[in-house]
């Protein structure tokens, strides 16, 4: 029997591996407590939030300052296949990196379908060039920027690997081969035609030579954690730094609690990205 990718025969069962709110039982639950956490940090730190970047609706900014001039910068890009949520559900994010004095920035951008996969990718950019360009008024370091994003983010984040200042990547539960995608019910929305996996797809695209870590947890779907490991072992073959880890007992969601608290494994995989710390 044929099959549809790998050894994946069908539709239906393609679309299964890749649907992690389904595979989640609890996810509304989770979610839930990502938006109340996310509304007390916004409440703490209301100043910076929403800074404008870009004309459409959702290129704006949420900026948490550290305070120490010179901090280095996380930059988060929100997960959701490129095609919901939004950057307000997971500001609590920030908690673990500004204890250790490390500002954070969450940017949006335009959802598919309004925006195709590569205007996302080039609305990530343009919100990285922005930040460069207001380091000083920020109060962060342009030369010490760590990228990191979830799922869909992931994605992203990995496509940024080159930006000026980028001194690390930080992919957690990514995607990294985008054929499934194409393959999958994820593309009525997004579109993707053949020609666009392979320019898009930061396995198949000449590798960034930027330390990257690859995470996924132990109770997630295999393909997401295939995913990780499939893109650390390609980077690993060329000798590129970096590296994959599975986090034991973690799903699709609760995997974010180890970047949210300050001990977690995600916290301390951000720290080596900065030497420094």
């Known amino acids: 029997m044929t099959t549809l990718y790998r050894n994946i025969r069908t539709r239906e069962e393609l679309d299964a591996?890749?649907?992690?709110?389904?595979?989640?039982?609890?996810?509304a639950r989770i979610l839930a407590g990502f938006e109340e956490r996310s509304r007390?940090?916004?409440?703490?730190?209301?100043?910076?939030?929403?800074?404008?970047?870009?004309?459409?609706?959702?290129?704006?900014?949420?900026?948490?300052?550290?305070?120490?001039?010179?901090?280095?910068?996380?930059?988060?890009?929100?997960?959701?296949?490129?095609?919901?949520?939004r950057k307000e559900t997971f500001r609590f994010l920030a908690a673990g990196a500004l204890h250790h004095g490390i500002s954070v920035a969450l940017p949006g951008y335009t959802l598919a379908p309004e925006q195709n996969l590569a205007g996302i990718v080039m609305e990530i950019r343009d919100a990285l060039r922005w930040l460069r360009?207001?380091?000083?008024?920020?109060?962060?370091?342009?030369?010490?920027?760590?990228?990191?994003?979830?799922?869909?983010?992931?994605?992203?984040?990995?496509?940024?690997?080159?930006?000026?200042?980028?001194?690390?990547?930080?992919?957690?539960?990514?995607?990294?081969?985008?054929?499934?995608?194409r393959l999958c019910y994820l593309n009525d929305k997004?579109?993707?035609?053949?020609e666009e996996v392979d320019s898009l797809s930061p396995l198949r695209l000449p590798l960034s030579k930027k330390t990257l870590f690859a995470v996924c947890g132990s109770d997630e779907l295999p393909e997401l954690q295939?995913?990780?490991?499939?893109?650390?072992?390609?980077?690993?073959?060329?000798?590129?730094?970096?590296?994959?880890f599975t986090l034991a007992g973690r799903n699709h969601f609760t995997i974010l609690e180890e970047l949210e608290t300050p001990g977690g494994v995600i916290t301390t995989l951000l720290r080596m990205l900065l030497p420094s710390l």
């Open 17 to 27: 591996a890749y649907d992690n709110t389904r595979a989640v039982a609890d996810c």
């Open 133 to 181: 360009e207001h380091a000083d008024a920020l109060g962060f370091d342009r030369s010490r920027i760590v990228v990191a994003g979830w799922s869909a983010g992931g994605h992203l984040a990995a496509m940024a690997a080159d930006e000026p200042g980028v001194t690390g990547v930080l992919a957690i539960s990514g995607i990294f081969d985008l054929e499934p995608i």
């Open 226 to 244: 295939r995913q990780s490991w499939d893109f650390a072992r390609h980077r690993a073959a060329a000798k590129l730094p970096g590296g994959a």
């Open 190 to 194: 997004l579109q993707l035609k053949p």
């Open 40 to 85: 007390l940090i916004a409440e703490q730190y209301p100043e910076e939030l929403n800074l404008r970047f870009g004309s459409r609706e959702r290129q704006r900014i949420d900026f948490f300052r550290a305070g120490s001039p010179g901090a280095p910068l996380l930059v988060f890009i929100h997960g959701g296949y490129w095609q919901m949520r």
